[in-house]
């Protein structure tokens, strides 16, 4: 019996973080490290934004992997999973959006709502497009388990933050296995 990640040709985690959420001093780190080559090769990003929340830094980290792939694999149509640790991204990226959009990017059909503005609506009509192309599979995984590479990628985004710089690299050797 193969293991379940062999379905997939990229094998993305992504995660991100943020100190003082929400407030004008915030500082918002996002990650992701990104498998693929037969698990061969593995691309690790980072990135820091200021003023932020960290919905928007799990949105972006998953977006920027998107993105990601949509230039190394432009028309590849390769099996690709998404795993994060955002019950928000995860929920969203595989049902919320898509009624949303249905719903003019609304959350209620009730035009009196004041519930109905969709936050970060922004990134969620970015990730939309990219999800249309790309059609990758959305996993959660709980934080701070001792998944390796969420770990990773927590750590990058909080360097992220702590350094106030962005960090791309690519490795041609996997530094280890999938848990």
Not at 76 to 95: C, E, F, N, R, W
Request: hydrophobic letters at 40%; proline letters at 3%.
């Amino acid at each position: 019996m193969g293991n379940f990640y062999d379905n997939f040709n990229i094998i993305a985690y992504a995660d991100g973080a943020c100190k003082n959420n929400g407030a004008k001093d915030s500082k918002g780190g996002w990650a992701f490290v990104i498998w693929f080559d037969g698990n061969k090769k593995e691309i690790h990003s980072a990135g820091y934004s200021e003023m932020t929340t960290n919905q928007r830094m799990e949105l972006t980290a998953v977006i920027k992997v998107l993105e990601e792939i949509k230039i190394r694999w432009p028309d590849s149509g390769v099996p690709v999973i998404i795993l994060s640790d955002s019950q928000y991204v995860v929920k969203g990226a595989s049902d919320w959006m898509f009624n949303w959009e249905r719903k003019g990017w609304k959350r209620s059909n009730n035009p009196n709502s004041k519930s109905g503005v969709v936050s970060n609506l922004d990134l969620w009509k970015k990730m939309f497009s990219l999800v249309k192309e790309i059609h990758p599979v959305f996993s959660w995984i709980k934080g701070h388990a001792g998944y390796k590479y969420n770990e990773l990628c927590d750590d990058l985004a909080g360097a992220a933050i702590d350094t106030q710089s962005d960090y791309y690299k690519v490795f041609k050797m996997p530094l280890g296995l999938i848990n």
